[in-house]
Nanobody, 116 residues
Framework: QVQLVESGGGLAQPGGSLRLSCAASGFTFSSYAMSWARQAPGKGLEWVSGIYSDGSDTYYADSVKGRFTISRDNAKNTVYLQMNSLKPEDTAVYYC?????????WGQGTQVTVSS
């Protein structure tokens, strides 16, 4: 049974930082590219970042480039999203998935709120 469990969200001030984690189980994590996406209140799902299966390459949406860093630890079956210089517009529920995403793999997500 595939599980993706996101954690690390919370309340941050503008300019602050958070580190999200996504623990994977039920599939061969090291064989899959992974991605992060987010959904802000009242908006659709937005792709944020992706990483190759071996971590050799990473990709970012223009809205987060230079502020967010994706990484992974295949020994721990975990993908991370380091978020720096947070802005109020980063407020959203953040989800991880494979890349491309698989519908049945979506987890519950983790809420990130950026507010003073």
């Amino acid at each position: 049974q595939v599980q993706l469990v996101e954690s690390g969200g919370g309340l941050a001030q503008p300019g602050g930082s958070l580190r999200l984690s996504c623990a994977a189980s039920g599939f061969t994590f090291s064989s899959y590219a992974m991605s992060w996406a987010r959904q802000a209140p009242g908006k659709g799902l937005e792709w944020v970042s992706g990483i190759y299966s071996d971590g050799s390459d990473t990709y970012y949406a223009d809205s987060v480039k230079g502020r967010f860093t994706i990484s992974r630890d295949n020994a721990k079956n975990t993908v991370y999203l380091q978020m720096n210089s947070l802005k109020p517009e980063d407020t959203a529920v953040y989800y991880c998935n494979t890349s491309p995403p698989r519908a049945r793999y979506w987890g519950q997500g983790t809420q990130v709120t950026v507010s003073s």
